[in-house]
Every structure is written in C-alpha cells, then in structure tokens.
C-alpha cells in the first residue's frame, strides 16, 4: 500500500485539564520541516510562551517518531524527546532507540505532546481504545525497569506495549534525569526526565498497530537492500588488548587520518560503542581525572580493565533498535548470579573510568544498572562525581560536606556512595543532582573551576582539543553540551562533500594545525554537519547509520522514495538548516545570548595541557563560534539575520 510516510496527526494532551486530544496538522508544516526534531521545533516553538518555567504547566513535552520510521529504510527507529531544558534554560532534546519510535507511529501520530501538570501521577495509555490518563499512584516511587515490566505485564496480551518512563530521579526533579525506554535504555540528556517528572506523568504507554506507508516501498526495499552489504562486510579485526596500540599509533601520526566510518560501524558491530575505550584515552579522545589528566595517568595497564573483550565476554546476548542492521547494543550479565543489564556505553564506561581514575569494570556495571534504573544521564552524572572529587582533592570539600565519603580519585567505593546520595537527593549528592553548573555556584562561588559543561550541560566524553569541532558544536548548538551535533571527525565519516555541492573534502591525509583554525572552509563544514543532523534527526535516523557516509547510506533517496519528492540533497541540507536556525530562534525568544554557551575553557584546552596526547592544544572557541554563525547567516551575535530568516521562510516565527 502507498501513501504519505507521516500521519498528518499529533496527540495532544494537557494533564492539568485531563484532556487527550488528536489534531490534524497540514502537509504544509511537513513540507517545510519534515517530521521527527523539525516538527517538534515547529510546534514547540508556537506552542510554548516565551519565558515558560521549564518545570511549570507551560513547558511542553513531546515524544517525537521520525519521517522515515515504519517505511522500508534502515536505521530509522529512533525517537527523541523534546522540551524547553530545565538544565540549559534552552531548547532541550534527547535522542533514543528501542522501539518507542515506530509504536507512536503504530498508535497513529508522528509525536505526542503533553502539557500542563496532573494533580496526580499518572500514565498516558494509547491503544485500540484510543488515548488516555490512568491512574499511576503504585508506580509511583518505582524504579524505571520496575516501572516497565509492571506496565508491560499489566498492558502486554497479544502485542507487547512500548514504554517511555521516568525513575525514582525524575520524580524527584533531578535536572540530569532521563526518560528510559526498554528497561533502562535512555533519552539521557536536556534533564527532560525532571520535566516528565514535574508534571507528574510516571510513563506513556503505546500499543497501536496501524502500518506506516511510504510513496514508493519497493525503491526504499532496494535502497536498503544495497546498503545493507556493508553491514554484510567482513572486516577481520584484532583483539582488544591491541586496541590501545591504535591510540598510540594515531596520536604518533603526524597527519589525521580522514576517519571513515565503515570501520566504526564495523568495530560497533563487534563490540558495540565500547571498542574504542582504551584507544580513546590514549589518542587523547576521553577525558581523563575531569579534563585536567591524561593517558600518563591512565595508563594501558590500567586502563586494561575497560578492555572492550572484558566487557563483551559478559555479554549474553546482542540486540538492535527497530530497522537496525547493525546491533551495537548488547544485554549483559550484572553480577554473574543471574542478574542482567544493558552493555554500558562508552560515555558511561568513560564518566565512571578515565574522568575518575576507576578502572573498576564490576562497579561501572553496577553503576550503569543503579543509573538506568533511576533514570540518571551517565555523562552527567560521572561529570558531577568528577568535579566533586577534584573539589575534595584540593581541599575545598572535606568528609564532613560529603557524608563521610574519602572523594580520593580511583576511590570506586566512595564513587558508588555518592551515586546513591544523587539519586537520593541526599547531603552532597542533592547537589550535585542538578549538574555541575549548579553544584559550582554552591560550592565554588562564582568560580567555574572544575565544573566542566557548556550552557549548563555537562559535555561527553570526547575532548575538543583532540577534535575542536566538539568544542565548536557543543558551543553553538542550540542544545549547549550535546556530543552528537557535530565534530570534525563526524563531518570526516558523513561524506557530505560526495552528495552535497561546494562543501570542503578533506584529503585522505591532513594537517592537524588546520583542525583548529577559526577557517571559512572549517566553519562550511561545520554548518554542512549542523545541516545533515537535524535532518536525520527529523527523518528518525540512528547517528550510527549516518558514519557510513552520505555517498553509501542513502538518506537523501529514501526521502524521496518515502515523500515521492524528488528534491536534490542541497534542498534536503537547507531543511535541515531552518531546523537548525528554529532551534536557535526558540533560544533567543527565551533570552538565551549564544555567546553564552561557550563550552568550558578547560575543556577547549585554555590553558593548554602541558603533558599528554593534547598537550599544547588550544581551541579557539569564540573565532570558531563567529565563523559558524557568518557561515550559516547568523550574524555576529549569534542571531540569524533577517536575510536567513527570510531565505527559509521563518519569518511567521520570527514575528511572535
Ligand atoms: S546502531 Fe546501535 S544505537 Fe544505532 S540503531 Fe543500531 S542498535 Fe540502535
């Protein structure tokens, strides 16, 4: 069966009325921003009022689907959650896989938004008898795992619901709480957690099972038939011992390597995003003791024990998000006593390794579980423990301010401690709950020192002075702090310059020097990266997917096949720029200033390292930063200019 990939209709509820409401929007709104993060810029940005607490009746939660979720393409099962952030004061996202994508799809919308507060917890049920609020009182106080398989065994007969939850950390309004998905998966960042929490909405539970069309399902089939053998590739690769000698080898280079992203697709399938854990410390891509360390002080033999094959020879199984065919997720064994949990990531193996000198791999996945289960961001999370045993290790923190606990770095049992007090909102962990940013305007004054993030988000576990472009995007991203907008490497990986006119390709080899100069062919690719993110963003596609490169993933393809458009890769990049530059407007209209975003100097390397892989580095934010917003029509201030907003046809926002 044929027809349009999206279903022209959004369920719109507002829990302090009670009322569950579905609307049609027009083929315009999709025209203009396809569906998934586009139309949640749209409608957020009219819907939300300027100067909305982002904890209050006013701000708006939505679940978002993607244009190319259900249709025969691949990759396209993620989902996101958007909001105004109560952690950045900006346009908040979240991005997820699982199944919660195609499920809103199946129930019949591309997103679902919910406003206002309930006087009571409750959940959002939608299925054969349509949409609405339960009573959830007993799950309230439940962690999310628990949360989930009570709902699934009470909602479950015939087809299986999907579950999008918050755990004991958004209940409790942590500002780095998450929304988890397939008990203990994550839309971790934005602190969109704490506002599902504040409006006292314990889960959304979908079980539709109307079926997503698309213009032409048999050329997406074909499309997807040609780049799935790529996953079907070969690719021998070394044990994981040998994997810190790769680091080693790449930081000796005196020229970058263009990184392409079928070998990280392929050491994904292997180990999942844990592969490179050792190889990152030692090229100087994690960051080590909070931003201040380096491999000298992790070392390979300490970093031994995060090797990737420890963490896969505990895994029982492998698994996949909706239409992936690659599978880099992994179900574990916890404890050895039968207990099960998530593969930790990378981010999460690198907050609680590197960043604080653990290279305990039981405790990390103690840690991961305790997290999931609360619905804590780990990047966050780790960030805030690391700035807290920096402040304890200079003396600025002593046993009396942290419950007793020796904050020492490596003290893994302290580390352990301290997670539980966060997510119990307890002595010095109620702090830290609420991000470092918080934490430090307690505990240091007006000094920044050691709490490291940018607008207020704490950032990855990628270090910008490696790869400037994490500073530059985590910087200018209308969603400060956020890893997966943007980097050099990336923009290497995506292959845009292969399908996109006039933007810079980069040799196969290049000048390390030219990664950090404030450069208008820099600054193109930085746009041309912004571009392509959200539109795969609003086409529901897994970053992933996009590492293999535009020129063999085709994205550009399946949107028209899904659309029956047959608009060229450039006019697909412009709808991903006034996404972008929406984005950026709903900040301004919140009195957000750009310049504000700048990520932490530490982390930009002012001052440089004097040892290390980065020793030397300095990133040149602000320059970078100009260039970018001269490049994509921003003006000097960060403000798109009326010219911009014209060009993309924004100017019904503009006026508001
Ligand atoms: S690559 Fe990993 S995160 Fe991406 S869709 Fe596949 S399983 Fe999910």
Same mark, same amino acid.
């Given at each position: 069966m044929t027809g349009k990939p999206y279903s022209g209709k959004i369920l719109w509820v507002d829990l302090g009325a009670g009322e569950c409401r579905e609307e049609a929007l027009p083929d315009s709104l999709y025209e203009q921003f396809l569906s998934g993060l586009g139309l949640a810029a749209a409608l957020l940005y009219r819907r939300i009022p300027a100067g909305a607490d982002p904890l209050g009746p006013d701000n708006v939660l939505g679940f978002i689907s993607g244009l190319l979720t259900g249709t025969p393409s691949l990759f396209t099962g993620r989902w996101m959650a958007v909001g105004k952030s109560p952690l950045t004061g900006t346009w908040g996202d979240a991005n997820c896989g699982g199944r919660l994508s195609p499920a809103i799809k199946q129930c019949g919308y591309d997103g679902i938004f919910v406003r206002g507060i309930s006087p009571r917890p409750v959940i959002l049920l939608v299925d054969a008898q349509g949409a609405r609020l339960v009573d959830a009182q007993d799950l309230w106080g439940q962690d999310a795992i628990e949360t989930e398989r009570t709902l699934r065994e009470r909602y479950g007969g015939g087809r299986q619901p999907a579950v999008a939850c918050i755990g004991p950390a958004g209940e409790r309004l942590s500002l780095i709480a998450g929304i988890c998905h397939d008990y203990g998966r994550m839309a971790a960042r934005s602190g969109l957690g704490a506002v599902m929490g504040a409006k006292r909405l314990k889960a959304v539970v979908l079980k539709g099972a109307r079926p997503v069309q698309s213009a032409d399902p048999e050329k997406m089939k074909a499309l997807s038939k040609r780049a799935r053998r790529f996953y079907k590739l070969n690719v021998p690769l070394p044990p994981g011992r040998f994997m810190p000698a790769l680091g080693v080898l790449l930081r000796s280079m005196p020229l970058i390597l263009r990184m392409d992203g079928l070998i990280t697709t392929k050491l994904y399938q292997k180990w999942g995003t844990s592969s490179l854990n050792q190889t990152s410390v030692e090229w100087g891509d994690s960051p080590v003791k909070n931003w201040q360390g380096s491999y000298l002080d992790y070392p390979a033999r300490v970093s031994a024990g995060i090797d990737p094959d420890k963490i896969r020879a505990r895994e029982l199984k492998k698994y996949r998000c909706y239409a992936c065919p690659l599978a880099c997720g992994g179900i574990c064994s916890l404890d050895g006593k039968g207990g099960e949990t998530h593969k930790p990531e990378y981010e999460t193996v690198m907050s609680f390794g590197g960043l604080l000198l653990n290279n305990d791999l039981e405790a990390i996945f103690a840690i991961n579980d305790r997290l999931n289960r609360a619905g804590m961001d780990s990047i966050s999370a780790g960030s805030a423990v690391a700035f807290a045993m920096e402040l304890y290790e200079k003396g600025r923190l002593t046993q009396a301010d942290t419950g007793g606990l020796e904050l020492r770095w490596g003290n893994v049992a302290a580390v352990q401690a301290l997670v539980e007090q966060m997510i119990a909102r307890e002595g010095l962990g109620n702090l830290l709950a609420d991000g470092v940013k918080r934490a430090a305007q307690r505990l240091n004054g007006s000094s920044p020192e050691g709490a490291v993030h940018a607008g207020g988000q704490e950032i990855s576990m990628h270090d910008p002075r490696l790869?400037?472009?994490?500073?530059?995007?985590?910087?200018?991203?209308?969603?400060?702090?956020?890893?997966?907008?943007?980097?050099?490497?990336?923009?290497?990986?995506? +292959?845009?310059?292969?399908?996109?006119?006039?933007?810079?390709?980069?040799?196969?080899?290049?000048?390390?020097?030219?990664?950090? +100069?404030?450069?208008?062919?820099?600054?193109?690719?930085?746009?041309?990266?912004?571009?392509?993110?959200?539109?795969?963003?609003?086409?529901?596609?897994?970053?992933?997917?996009?590492?293999?490169?535009?020129?063999?993933?085709?994205?550009?393809?399946?949107?028209?096949?899904?659309?029956?458009?047959?608009?060229?890769?450039?006019?697909?990049?412009?709808?991903?720029?006034?996404?972008?530059?929406?984005?950026?407007?709903?900040?301004? +209209?919140?009195?957000?200033?750009?310049?504000?975003?700048?990520?932490h100097p530490r982390a930009a390397g002012q001052p440089p390292q004097s040892a290390g892989a980065n020793r030397g580095r300095s990133v040149p934010v602000e320059a970078m930063m100009q260039a970018y917003w001269q490049a994509i029509g921003w003006g000097d201030d960060g403000r798109p200019t009326p010219e911009t907003v014209r060009e993309l046809g924004l100017g019904e926002y503009s006026q508001r």
């Open positions: 790869d400037p472009g994490y500073a530059l995007h985590a910087s200018v991203d209308p969603t400060p702090g956020r890893h997966t907008t943007g980097s050099q490497i990336y923009y290497d990986m995506y +292959r845009l310059w292969t399908r996109v006119p006039g933007l810079p390709r980069p040799g196969l080899f290049y000048s390390r020097s030219s990664r950090y +100069r404030a450069s208008a062919e820099n600054a193109a690719a930085a746009v041309a990266n912004s571009c392509y993110t959200q539109l795969f963003n609003a086409a529901g596609l897994c970053m992933f997917g996009a590492f293999l490169g535009a020129d063999r993933l085709p994205l550009f393809e399946w949107l028209n096949a899904a659309l029956g458009w047959h608009k060229s890769p450039a006019e697909y990049m412009q709808i991903g720029k006034r996404i972008q530059t929406l984005r950026q407007m709903f900040n301004l +209209r919140e009195g957000i200033d750009p310049r504000a975003l700048k990520i």
